[in-house]
DNA sequence: GTGGCTATATCAAAGTCTGATATAGTCTAT
DNA sequence: ATAGACTATATCAGACTTTGATATAGCCAC
């Protein structure tokens, strides 16, 4: 598990992203995000939900219920323009951080995927 | 100013990385943060030294005070061998958060330094 | 009809953060 | 001599955020 602060730093950035590739469900994500990350970030109901209300309140998303063929109704997310546009605000300040860590740690850390 | 999750996440990485190049005194490293960042970060006291002595009950760094020729006495901290350990671990950690990063954005998002 | 999984949602208690404040030394200008 | 600006460390109460526990409920297998 990574630490607190990183997943917390990460939430937003990862959650618009996901969106971004198409429309998904709460408990989903929670499911995703895990797989995504090998474990190292997992997301409690109490953690996500909140966020994803906020940020339709907000307009960066908006949501829909969708019948499951296997179980409870599924409520959907679909990142909004709006949302698309807080995507990429969010990379820019994910680069802008990397590149003050650069300077400290040196451009060794590269961003390239691992072999 | 980058947001506040970020800037929280940051926090202790940029710290121990800050005190691995040479010891520093508190206004100092809220000073040099502010420059290195490009006024992207900015540290109040009130968010440095409960930080600082955290990291000095945990052992990851040490103190001594210093009297300085131009002003009130400076507290100096240095990074302990505990310390070095703790931020190897960090940027472990934040390399890890990349590594998820890129699977959702792609390499493009290189960490290299800009031009 | 119990247990396990899926699925959304809330809340109170615990934990964290930070603007305001206190203390104090030096320097410059008046 | 003193007011204002800057340097320097430090604390704290009130504000804010987080999260484990809990509630509700449908489906499936035994």
Not at 66 to 86: D, F, I
Request: proline share 6%; no cysteine.
């Amino acid at each position: 598990m990574l630490p607190k602060a990183l997943i917390a730093a990460s939430l937003k950035p990862i959650m618009l992203s996901l969106l971004a590739e198409r429309d998904m469900y709460g408990y989903e994500i929670t499911q995703r995000v895990q797989t995504l990350s090998e474990g190292k970030i997992r997301w409690a109901a109490s953690k996500l939900y909140p966020v994803l209300h906020d940020l339709e309140n907000r307009g960066l998303v908006a949501s829909f219920w969708q019948p499951s063929e296997s179980g409870p109704a599924r409520k959907y997310y679909r990142l909004t323009v709006k949302g698309q546009g807080a995507l990429e605000k969010t990379k820019q300040d994910w680069l802008d951080l990397n590149q003050i860590l650069v300077k400290l740690w040196g451009p060794d850390l590269s961003l390239a995927p691992s072999m």
